[in-house]
């Protein structure tokens, strides 16, 4: 199969996962660290931003920046310490789905300097993501279980960012990182058209 014809369907896939509804959160279990570990794979917000920000620590670079993923993943532990706490950030579900948008748009015009923005970016993105997940969460045992399968789930998938662009051909790697950002960002565009 060409890059175009992969390029495309990956294109097409990420349009086809775009919201039908502006709340991509609610309704959903939070019972447990199963229902933790499955939702970021099930909720397509989830899954490509945290797919990107695994992208784009490697995006450009001779060694990952692991600064990156590890910023999303630990505010997003405090947003969701927040929220559990009564905390609701405000406009969390549109800041959610602009994360689309800026990390897809930072992998498509292959950004890979200003690495301290980047990070700034993605604790505060890596924060809403906790955020919305701890507002409907109760405090306790439950809590905690879920919480620890959303993290171990986001781990598993920055890594799985990290993977697809390292395993790229290095001629390949920029084309394919850029192609993926504008289908990310593209997604998070429809996605907040929907939601208006």
């Avoid at 939070?30 to 995006?59: F, K």
């Avoid at 690495?115 to 505060?124: E, I, R």
């Amino acid at each position: 199969m060409s890059l175009h014809k992969i390029s495309r369907s990956l294109l097409l896939a990420s349009l086809a996962l775009a919201p039908t509804a502006a709340f991509a959160h609610p309704g959903h279990d939070t019972s447990g660290m199963l229902s933790g570990l499955l939702h970021p794979l099930m909720g397509w917000d989830h899954l490509l931003a945290m797919v990107a920000v695994g992208m784009l620590a490697v995006m450009g670079r001779s060694k990952p920046a692991w600064q990156l993923p590890l910023a999303f993943v630990g505010f997003m532990l405090v947003g969701a310490m927040l929220g559990i706490n009564g905390v609701a950030i405000a406009l969390v579900e549109t800041g959610i789905l602009l994360s689309l948008v800026v990390l897809g748009g930072l992998l498509a015009v292959g950004r890979a300097g200003y690495l301290s923005v980047m990070t700034l970016c993605c604790a505060l993105f890596g924060m809403l993501h906790g955020n919305a997940h701890g507002i409907e969460l109760p405090a306790g045992s439950a809590a905690s279980s879920y919480i620890s399968g959303f993290i171990m789930a986001t781990i598993v998938l920055h890594a799985v960012g990290y993977l697809l662009a390292s395993k790229c051909a290095d001629k390949w790697q920029f084309l394919a990182l850029r192609v993926s950002g504008v289908a990310i960002a593209g997604t998070g565009l429809v996605a907040v058209f929907s939601a208006a």
